[in-house]
T-cell receptor, first 114, second 111 residues
Framework: DTAVSQTPKYLVTQMGNDKSIKCEQNLGHDTMYWYKQDSKKFLKIMFSYNNKELIINETVPNRFSPKSPDKAHLNLHINSLELGDSAVYFC?????????????FGPGTRLLVL | GNSVTQMEGPVTLSEEAFLTINCTYTATGYPSLFWYVQYPGEGLQLLLKATKADDKGSNKGFEATYRKETTSFHLEKGSVQVSDSAVYFCALSPGDYKLSFGAGTTVTVRA
């Protein structure tokens, strides 16, 4: 059984479109994250939710909006997509223990904006 | 702020060679330190971690020791295999849910 799953795995879309990426974890964790990995493999955290409450909101354009309907799900909606949004987006989850927890990553969603 | 600096790649080795990837960090307090590995086309997975000074993390033949005096957490493996080809990320967590990652080091092991 997949611990952290993301859909879709690949997403190719036009500039200006709106798209969503979904993430689900079946580990019983209470904290979930979104990361962006650029073409040089650099990873940056975007958002984190703990028990459905937003706890990390890094400097991300407000075109990006996370939503956590419950502890097991964290979705990412992106409005007005731009070329620079092309990247791999990873969802992750952990059991909140303030820095001691291991984060479990999903397989990634490869977004290409044309 | 918190940051991680790791050795730039790419690194290319022959099978059974010794691998070292240097990682140093800047942080206030006592962060936890991690090495994550990303195999081609996959997400990251934890390789090993250490939560306090002088702790040694180990897994799959890889080791790293948390050195507070040199603010380092270097990754080593004595004899690499082709299956170790991946991108390796050093990371730290200061205790606020955030993981700060290094830039990643691409390792290619040739048969």
């Amino acid at each position: 059984d997949t611990a952290v799953s993301q859909t879709p795995k690949y997403l190719v879309t036009q500039m200006g479109n709106d798209k969503s990426i979904k993430c689900e974890q079946n580990l019983g964790h209470d904290t979930m994250y979104w990361y962006k990995q650029d073409s040089k493999k650099f990873l940056k955290i975007m958002f984190s939710y703990n028990n459905k409450e937003l706890i990390i909101n890094e400097t991300v354009p407000n075109r990006f909006s996370p939503k956590s309907p419950d502890k097991a799900h964290l979705n990412l909606h992106i409005n007005s997509l731009e070329l620079g949004d092309s990247a791999v987006y990873f969802c992750a989850s952990s059991q909140a223990r303030r820095g001691l927890e291991t984060q479990y990553f999903g397989p990634g969603t490869r977004l290409l904006v044309l | 702020g918190n940051s991680v600096t790791q050795m730039e790649g790419p690194v290319t080795l022959s099978e059974e060679a010794f691998l070292t990837i240097n990682c140093t960090y800047t942080a206030t307090g006592y962060p936890s330190l991690f090495w994550y590995v990303q195999y081609p086309g996959e997400g990251l997975q934890l390789l090993l971690k250490a939560t306090k000074a002088d702790d040694k993390g180990s897994n799959k033949g890889f080791e790293a020791t948390y050195r507070k005096e040199t603010t380092s957490f270097h990754l080593e493996k004595g004899s690499v295999q082709v299956s170790d080809s991946a991108v390796y990320f050093c990371a730290l967590s200061p205790g606020d849910y955030k993981l700060s990652f290094g830039a990643g080091t691409t390792v290619t092991v040739r048969a």
